[in-house]
């Protein structure tokens, strides 16, 4: 008989649901976790939450794998064989704090600079920069160096905000979408919804990408760029708008420092400077008195086209006179990029004129009046509706800075800055460009027992502001803030082991890092990493890192190569904070922030990371973590940490309800029921920008008051626009002999070179080496969206998506070289040679070959199977990149970054290949000897799963 019982369609899965913060990759979407007798059940987005509406990706459903993970670290660690054996005995936690504290004692006693503290994707980079600053050391920095410290400088430098975190295309009202270099995993879910808008609303969207794939997949039209040249044909396109007249002269001389007049002195210490009055703002030429006035004079007309006189008799240009001459010039002309880029002329000139018409042609109008800083009404707000998005893909690049640049520069041309339909800042940006933060740790400002004076990582304004030696020599471990990498305001974590093994500029006794797996996926050079890491004295038989204190929640291939192993919770174990003092998750309409709370209780002997880095503090003594009395100021580690620091009167990690009684916004007194309150809410803040400042914040009276309301900014006072990078041009008087802080003799020609501060396009630093003519093919690699970055090729449910890597082969060379799909190849750089397994593909730019980054697995980590097929069967392209450029002639060779900022230049990689005999990594790079299990973790099931009841089957 048939079963004419009801089907439940909905049953009840838990018996409690909390909120909290994912954190399977770095957009930080609200989640609900449904728990049933103590376990996880389900987890499903927050549909109240501004990041996600309740969207999730498969990442974060696998949320439930992540901590059902068998590679969770179980105890603290010490290591009792040789660094990369994995032998280890477990201790308590006293022991592991008492030897970490040992350890950092001696050093802050004596030089706090040979503490070099270094985290990866641990999104506190608030709290770990003031803990390194309170400790003394400038050895600080985090993952954007070797991630995207171009895109945030190129912008902040530039327009004050950046893509990514700090901004979102217009999705409601853009007609013309343009996303460069965007990997699927990035920022996934927001991007997902915005381009159904998109898709919707009719507007057209173009990916530019040499590969195929996610987003690109979808695009209305992919144009296969040649890695490195996105900068060349944003140029080019620069080359068409201005030659057509289409851009925006009146956003230009109102928003933008284009009609600021450039001293014209060849020879002189004020070449290339801006001309300033007595008071140093810069000067404009007015059209109606016919006189340099200052930029912010009430009435001033300013002239983009003359050639000036000053009243000293000097020459000057206005910034607009001097970027006509340099882009309309034969150079950036579609035909002579065509070859380059791999993109034909017509394509771009139709891709300018489509721009040109979306832009000028189809305005977009909201009737909103607003009122601009300097107290004109506007009755409506009109939008230029070309939006951009880029991310790694040209970041990642050594001439990746000028390439954002150049992105930014076509925005404002255009008038596509936080206007209705375009590029739109979150708050708290804009912020002065650059942001007037400046790094600390000067000679003079390093001292035993003291903290910094500042933060260890900033934005420099002039060699001035460099930390160098009275000699030029680097005051960083890892070389950021010299005359080799000035502007790295994210640090250059890539270099910090090799510096530290060579003692250059000094030697180092602890390397303290969290969350970041420098022996494998995160490294250059790879195998020279862990060479490195094992390398001992002759002299002394002592190794040349003499303490490595290594802090993660599962067992990475960097865990074997710590001394002292201090195991960190998942992130559904604990309480975290997303603050506005380091990576906004708010949108163009409102600021918002959010906290994680711990929903599971940990099953093994484990500490928060930020618990246990809190209490260190107060173990070293230093002030921000001790009381007057010697007492601990934050005994109950990072939760009261969250409600009770104020990094300045009324600003605390958390903007949302602060106060005593939680009735102010942003700026306020510490609220001891602070995250109650979020909790209550759903484990997040959201506070509305009046609609009268949603546009043109950056000039915006609205917005610019209720920014300072917010501590956002000090002063409401406008934000400059900046086409011309004043800060670059001094570094390049420095390389000719002016000023008071001069370069090394070695470092001036690429100072002359490199710091343009008009944008320009250079070829990869490895294109300029032989390098190109015997390694035809470009290599690069992007995170699936399935994966974010080693830990979640690990997961028993995203395994099964993508449990090995492939080399995609253009279909066009696969056919030169006799390859069909599945076939082994050999690819070999100029650093190094593996194999890897094939498969052939159309959409890819013919000289270029990719994989999916981070899943190849070094055998018997992260407590996989030894025959794993990310171990059989995955690799890395890690092992082909040299962290260090070939010798110049003078023998010394630089990072293989940009020289500009110190960015990891991840994908200049070049490569050949050749058709293996034979399948397997056998004679390579790959095939190393499985790591050990650590005491106390036992054997991965065989299957790891997940059962009604809450538990694991």
């Not at 993970?69 to 280890?88: Q, T, Y």
């Not at 009719?202 to 760029?225: C, H, Q």
């Not at 006035?293 to 006179?321: H, I, N």
């Amino acid at each position: 008989m048939p079963d004419d019982r009801p089907i439940d369609l909905s049953p009840k899965v838990s018996d409690e649901i909390r909120t909290t913060t994912c954190y399977m990759c770095a957009c930080r979407c609200g989640i609900r976790v449904h728990l049933k007798d103590g376990g996880i059940r389900y987890i499903e987005g927050n549909p109240d939450h501004p990041i996600n509406k309740g969207v999730l990706c498969a990442k974060g459903s696998a949320g439930i794998m992540h901590q059902e993970s068998p590679a969770k670290l179980r105890k603290p660690l010490k290591r009792v064989g040789p660094r990369g054996s994995g032998e280890f005995e477990e201790i308590e936690w006293d022991e592991a704090l008492g030897i970490a504290t040992g350890w950092l004692s001696a050093i802050r006693n004596e030089d706090p600079r040979k503490l070099a503290f270094f985290t990866g994707r641990d999104q506190s980079q608030s709290l770990t920069a003031w803990w390194a600053s309170q400790f003394g050391t400038p050895n600080f920095a985090a993952h954007g160096g070797f991630c995207s410290v171009n895109m945030a400088a190129g912008g902040l430098y530039s327009i004050g905000g950046s893509f990514w975190e700090f901004g979102e295309p217009d999705w409601e009202h853009s007609r013309f979408f343009m996303m460069f270099g965007v990997a699927e995993d990035h920022d996934s879910n927001p991007i997902k919804i915005g381009l159904s808008k998109l898709r919707a609303n009719g507007a057209k969207f173009v990916s530019v990408n040499p590969v195929r794939t996610g987003y690109s997949a979808i695009a209305d039209e992919w144009l296969p760029i040649t890695p490195g040249s996105d900068g060349l044909f944003a140029l080019s396109l620069v080359h068409e708008l201005l030659s057509a007249g289409k851009i925006d002269k009146e956003f230009l001389k109102s928003y933008t420092n284009a009609p600021w007049l450039v001293i014209d002195a060849p020879g002189s210490s004020s070449h290339g400077l801006f001309a300033r009055d007595a008071d140093g703002k810069p000067l404009v030429w007015d059209q109606k008195q016919a006189a340099a006035l200052p930029w912010d004079s009430d009435g001033v007309v300013p002239d983009l086209r003359e050639t000036v006189t000053l009243p000293d008799g000097r020459q000057a240009k206005p910034v607009f006179y001097l970027l006509a001459e340099k882009y309309l010039t034969a150079e950036y002309a579609p035909e002579a990029v065509a070859e380059r880029t791999g993109l034909p002329a017509d394509t771009i000139r139709r891709i300018a004129a489509e721009i040109a018409e979306a832009a000028f042609s189809q305005t977009v109008v909201i009737e909103q009046p607003w009122t601009d800083w300097r107290g004109v009404r506007h009755e409506r707000m009109v939008g230029r509706p070309v939006a951009l998005h880029a991310m790694r893909g040209i970041s990642a690049h050594s001439n990746g800075f000028h390439t954002c640049r150049a992105l930014h520069l076509l925005q404002m041309l255009l008038g596509a800055i936080d206007s209705p339909g375009s590029f739109r800042y979150k708050p708290p940006f804009p912020q002065s460009a650059p942001p007037p933060v400046k790094p600390a740790g000067k000679p003079g400002q390093v001292n035993p027992r003291q903290p910094l004076p500042g933060p260890p990582l900033g934005f420099v304004q002039g060699p001035e502001d460099l930390l160098v030696g009275p000699d030029g020599k680097p005051q960083r471990i890892d070389k950021a803030f010299s005359w080799e990498n000035p502007l790295s305001a994210h640090g250059l974590m890539h270099m910090v082991i090799t510096n530290a093994w060579k003692g250059d500029p000094y030697p180092v006794d602890t390397l303290f890092l969290y969350m970041a797996n420098m022996a494998w996926n995160s490294a250059m050079n790879t195998g020279g990493t862990v060479s490195m890491l094992t390398d001992k004295d002759p002299e002394t038989g002592e190794y040349r890192i003499p303490h490595v204190i290594y802090s993660d929640a599962f067992y990475s291939e960097t865990v074997p190569y710590a001394d002292l192993v201090l195991p960190d919770t998942t992130y559904l174990e604990r309480w975290d904070c997303i603050s506005l003092l380091d990576r906004p998750i708010g949108s163009a309409e409102a600021a918002a922030d959010a906290i994680r709370q711990p929903v599971l209780t940990p099953d093994r002997d484990v500490r928060p990371f930020q618990d246990v880095l809190i209490h260190l503090g107060y173990r070293l003594g230093l002030p921000g973590m001790t009381n007057e009395d010697g007492s601990e100021k934050f005994p109950e580690g990072y939760k009261q940490y969250i409600t009770q620091h104020q990094r300045k009167p009324g600003i605390g990690p958390l903007a949302g309800w602060r106060g005593e009684n939680g009735d102010a916004q942003g700026v306020g007194a510490p609220n001891p029921n602070q995250l109650d309150r979020y909790i209550e809410n759903g484990c997040f803040w959201r506070h509305d920008i009046p609609e009268e400042g949603h546009y043109f914040k950056f000039a915006n009276q609205a917005y610019l008051d209720w920014a300072k309301s917010m501590g956002f900014m000090t002063e409401a006072a406008p934000v400059v626009l900046q086409l011309y990078v004043e800060p670059l041009q001094k570094f390049r008087l420095a390389a000719d002999g002016h000023g008071d802080v001069l370069p090394p003799e070695r470092e001036r020609e690429r100072l002359r070179r490199y710091f343009d501060p008009l944008p320009f396009w250079y070829p990869p630093l490895e294109d300029e080496t032989r390098t190109a003519d015997d390694f035809p093919l470009h290599a690069v690699s992007q995170r699936p969206m399935a994966m974010y970055h080693s830990w979640g090729s690990q997961n028993a449910w995203l395994r099964q998506i993508h449990g090995h890597n492939v080399l995609f082969v253009p279909e066009s060379l696969a056919q030169e070289l006799e390859l069909k799909a599945d076939d082994w190849v050999w690819v070999e750089s100029r650093h190094g040679k593996i194999k890897a397994p094939t498969k052939i593909m159309q959409g890819v730019n013919a000289k270029t070959v990719w994989t999916w980054n981070a899943i190849g697995k070094r055998a018997g980590a992260w407590n996989l199977d030894k025959d794993a097929p990310e171990s059989t069967r995955g690799f890395l392209l890690n092992h082909l990149i040299d962290e260090l450029l070939p010798e110049q002639g003078s023998g010394y060779r630089y990072a293989a970054s940009d020289p500009v900022t110190g960015q990891a230049a991840w994908y200049d990689l070049r490569v050949r290949i050749k058709k293996a005999e034979k399948p397997g990594f056998e004679e390579t790079a790959l095939k190393r000897k499985a790591f050990k299990r650590p005491p106390g973790m036992p054997r991965a099931p065989e299957t790891v799963a997940y059962g009604k009841k809450g538990g694991k089957r």
